[in-house]
């Protein structure tokens, strides 16, 4: 059976029209025809009905059982030269998302560069929603995902590396650096340094917001969270971050919220993916390093 009869049919039964399908493969619409036929010869059976009055056509029931195959056919053809495309050197695509590629992923980089592993690595930042599409379509090879609850996906198999909380984070010198714990009602007549909505700390503001029915009145957004740290330390606001973003400055307090939030980082790979040596050993020393971070 012919690859190339296989994938005109397949856009046939996505296009559903001879005319966009020629369009759409750059081909006359003659040769549609002609790889249809070889296909029904092939086969001996009827795989459309054609309407020439209206330009429309519908699968015959074997023609439904062939698409359904043509379709896992060449998604398998796909996966497979993904997979022997790796076997000849091509770098393994890490996705890290911002905040855990700061604040993170620099000792596991270490380790990686203790193991010569570090040269194989492609980095590639995107934030943790869109990370997690790119897994699904196979644009990377693994990824650390940020999460609010630990992951649960029918195609994503993960790992959880760390467990983190959300703190309210205040200046060393405004009052609230000397409280305990604070809800969001202890704070919500503040000024809010609040990060944009590609950052999770901005779905866990507003899940804040709302669920206590309160609209601070001044909020300032920014997408840099260096911005919002140095706006935090100099007093301007308060903000709701991860303890790992701050936990290291001497000009920031971080306090526990009262109901806690979790804010859980994992190791994320496609399920069925195929994982070379290397990969496996990329995997095996994010995960054996887990109590030193």
Same mark, same amino acid.
């Given at each position: 059976? /012919? &690859?190339?009869d296989?994938?005109?049919? $397949?856009c046939l039964c996505e296009?559903?029209?001879?005319?966009?399908?020629?369009?759409?493969?750059?081909?006359s619409q %003659?040769?549609?025809t002609?790889?249809l036929?070889?296909l029904?010869?092939?086969l001996?059976?009827?795989?459309?009905?054609?309407?020439h009055n209206k330009?429309?056509f519908?699968l015959?029931?074997?023609?439904?059982v062939?698409e359904?195959?043509?379709k896992?056919? &060449?998604q398998?053809?796909?996966e497979?030269?993904?997979?022997i495309?790796?076997?000849t050197?091509?770098?393994?695509?890490l996705g890290v998302p %911002?905040?855990?590629?700061?604040?993170?992923f620099p000792?596991?980089m270490?380790?990686?560069?203790? /193991?010569?592993l570090?040269?194989k !690595?492609?980095?590639?930042e995107?934030?943790?929603?869109a990370?997690? $599409?790119?897994?699904?379509?196979?644009?990377?090879?693994?990824?650390? &995902?940020?999460?609010?609850?630990?992951i649960?996906n029918?195609d994503? /198999?993960s790992?959880?590396l760390?467990?983190?909380a959300f703190m309210v984070?205040v200046?060393k010198?405004n %009052?609230l650096?000397?409280?305990?714990?604070l809800?969001?009602?202890?704070i919500?007549?503040?000024k809010?340094?609040?990060?944009g909505?590609?950052?999770?700390h901005n779905?866990?503001?507003n899940d804040?917001? &709302?669920?206590?029915?309160?609209s601070?009145? $001044?909020?300032?957004?920014?997408?840099e969270?260096?911005t919002?740290k140095?706006?935090?330390?100099?007093?301007?606001?308060?903000? !709701?971050m !991860? $303890?790992?973003a701050v936990?290291?400055m001497?000009?920031i307090k971080?306090?526990?919220l009262?109901?806690e939030?979790?804010?859980? !980082?994992s190791?994320?790979?496609?399920k069925n993916?195929?994982?070379?040596?290397?990969?496996?050993?990329?995997?095996?020393i994010?995960?054996?390093?887990i /109590?030193?971070?």
């Amino acid at each position: 059976m /012919n &690859l190339r009869d296989l994938e005109y049919f $397949n856009c046939l039964c996505e296009s559903k029209s001879f005319t966009e399908t020629a369009k759409l493969l750059y081909v006359s619409q %003659p040769s549609i025809t002609m790889s249809l036929r070889r296909l029904e010869k092939e086969l001996n059976i009827e795989l459309v009905i054609r309407d020439h009055n209206k330009n429309k056509f519908s699968l015959t029931e074997a023609g439904k059982v062939l698409e359904k195959h043509t379709k896992n056919i &060449l998604q398998e053809i796909k996966e497979t030269s993904f997979e022997i495309s790796k076997l000849t050197g091509s770098k393994i695509k890490l996705g890290v998302p %911002p905040i855990i590629g700061a604040y993170f992923f620099p000792p596991l980089m270490k380790k990686l560069i203790k /193991n010569n592993l570090a040269q194989k !690595i492609e980095l590639v930042e995107k934030g943790s929603a869109a990370m997690k $599409n790119l897994i699904i379509t196979d644009d990377v090879d693994m990824a650390l &995902l940020g999460s609010l609850a630990p992951i649960e996906n029918a195609d994503i /198999n993960s790992t959880i590396l760390k467990e983190d909380a959300f703190m309210v984070c205040v200046s060393k010198n405004n %009052p609230l650096a000397k409280e305990a714990k604070l809800s969001i009602n202890d704070i919500k007549e503040e000024k809010f340094i609040v990060l944009g909505d590609s950052y999770i700390h901005n779905k866990v503001f507003n899940d804040l917001c &709302l669920k206590n029915n309160i609209s601070p009145a $001044n909020v300032y957004y920014t997408d840099e969270i260096q911005t919002a740290k140095s706006l935090i330390a100099s007093d301007l606001g308060i903000g !709701i971050m !991860i $303890n790992m973003a701050v936990k290291n400055m001497d000009t920031i307090k971080a306090i526990p919220l009262s109901t806690e939030i979790l804010f859980y !980082i994992s190791i994320v790979i496609k399920k069925n993916h195929y994982m070379t040596l290397q990969e496996k050993n990329i995997k095996a020393i994010l995960t054996e390093n887990i /109590n030193y971070l």
